[in-house]
């Protein structure tokens, strides 16, 4: 049965969240001082700016290191690379991220017995959202809204409407599906592609039709829209290239 364990919390959270970890279980240390992460420079900047710590809060930082059980949070470099010296009773690692494979790999955590876990799914919502304001930008042209303003200049236009647009979302997980989702809501004829597709009802991840990831290059014939939201890995590493981008001007 284990006594206590340390959780060191390495980037910025609201205080009301803090609490509630602890509330999880009387175990539970948490080590965080917001003092020795970097400077917020804007709300929600989990990151903070260029760290900057004295002695003493270096000293600090250090003795979290290492009386830390668990990590929530990022680890910066020089650390990283040699985090079990640092923390020699590290066991677990959450990053608030979901993306996190490329840094495992640099700083050689894949050799490690430590358990790394994500936040994956968690930003489905705000990603979506920004996906759908992305597309809205080019069909209701605000480039050159913005130019007319500019100008001090007005003058009617005429703009067009996603409903009339295709959507193909490459990569069908928490984000992608709900990227999918607010395409349909938006009157969008969506198509997608996922590493695993047979078996798969295209309802449950919110698609028209679902492709195989051997027919990208048939689904991005059709497409005026796509969302590439895969991990980064050797199996995704260029999936989008030159051929790719030239699918739909080649389907006549």
Same mark, same amino acid.
Request: hydrophobic fraction near 40%.
């Given at each position: 049965m284990v006594d206590s364990l340390?959780?060191?919390?390495?980037f910025h959270i609201e205080g009301k969240l803090v609490e509630q970890i602890k509330a999880v279980d009387p175990r539970l240390k948490i080590l965080y001082d917001p003092d020795i992460l970097g400077k917020p420079r804007y709300l929600n900047d989990q990151h903070g700016g260029p760290v900057n710590r004295t002695p003493e809060q270096e000293a600090i930082w250090l003795e979290y290191l290492k009386e830390a059980d668990i990590i929530l949070g990022y680890v910066p470099r020089?650390? &990283?690379?040699r985090i079990m010296e640092y923390a020699p009773n590290l066991k677990w690692v959450q990053s608030p991220s979901a993306g996190i494979a490329q840094e495992v790999k640099r &700083?050689? *955590?894949d050799k490690t017995d430590l358990l790394l876990t994500t936040a994956s799914g968690v930003h489905a919502?705000? /990603? %979506?959202?920004?996906?759908? $304001? &992305? #597309? /809205?930008?080019?069909?209701?042209?605000?480039? @050159?809204? %913005?130019?007319?303003?500019? +100008?001090? @200049? *007005?003058?009617?236009?005429?703009t067009t409407e996603l +409903?009339?647009?295709t959507l193909a979302v490459v990569g069908l997980g928490s984000?992608? &599906?709900?990227? %999918?989702? /607010?395409?349909? %809501? $938006?009157? #969008?004829t969506v198509v997608g592609t996922k590493r695993t597709t047979e078996g798969v009802d295209p309802e449950s991840v919110n698609v028209d039709k679902l492709y195989p990831s051997n027919e990208l290059h048939s689904m991005l014939s059709i497409a005026d829209f796509v969302v590439l939201i895969m991990p980064l890995n050797d199996e995704t590493r260029g999936l989008i290239g030159p051929e790719e981008l030239r699918a739909r001007s080649n389907s006549g």
């Open positions: 340390n959780i060191f919390i390495t020089p650390y &990283s690379p &700083s050689g *955590w919502t705000p /990603l %979506a959202e920004f996906c759908i $304001m &992305s #597309m /809205l930008m080019f069909v209701k042209d605000y480039f @050159h809204m %913005a130019e007319e303003k500019n +100008r001090k @200049h *007005w003058q009617r236009t005429c +409903r009339t647009k984000v992608g &599906s709900e990227v %999918a989702r /607010l395409g349909g %809501a $938006m009157g #969008m």
